[in-house]
Nanobody
Framework: QVQLVESGGGSVQAGGSLRLSCLASGRTFSNYDMGWFRQPPGKEREFVAA????????YYADSVKGRFTISRDNAKSTVYLQMNSLKPEDTAVYYC???????????WGQGTQVTVSS
């Protein structure tokens, strides 16, 4: 089992930037593909970005392409989400998740709030 703890959320004005971090513990981090998801107020949780264990491949939702960048440091057991050019519609609770290479995210963090004001 792996434990995930997100950090780096906060309040920012539109056009600003934030970097989210997710620290993993409990199992070998490099055994997991990692993803970021978000849940806007009153809406369902949605996919934001993902990165394979080897960092060879990354994936993004269309709504964040060109603005967000996912990366990971396996030596630090941490996955990051750099968010630039933030928009009010990016306001959400952001969650990181771990997939033990089985095509399903089995482990989730507690989430971190991101609020973007216009």
């Amino acid at each position: 089992q792996v434990q995930l703890v997100e950090s780096g959320g906060g309040s920012v004005q539109a056009g600003g930037s934030l970097r989210l971090s997710c620290l993993a513990s409990g199992r070998t981090f490099s055994n997991y593909d990692m993803g970021w998801f978000r849940q806007p107020p009153g809406k369902e949780r949605e996919f934001v970005a993902a990165i394979t264990w080897s960092t060879v491949a990354t994936y993004y939702a269309d709504s964040v392409k060109g603005r967000f960048t996912i990366s990971r440091d396996n030596a630090k057991s941490t996955v990051y989400l750099q968010m630039n050019s933030l928009k009010p519609e990016d306001t959400a609770v952001y969650y990181c998740a771990a997939d033990p290479k089985r095509g399903k995210y089995n482990y989730w963090g507690q989430g971190t709030q991101v609020t973007v004001s216009s």
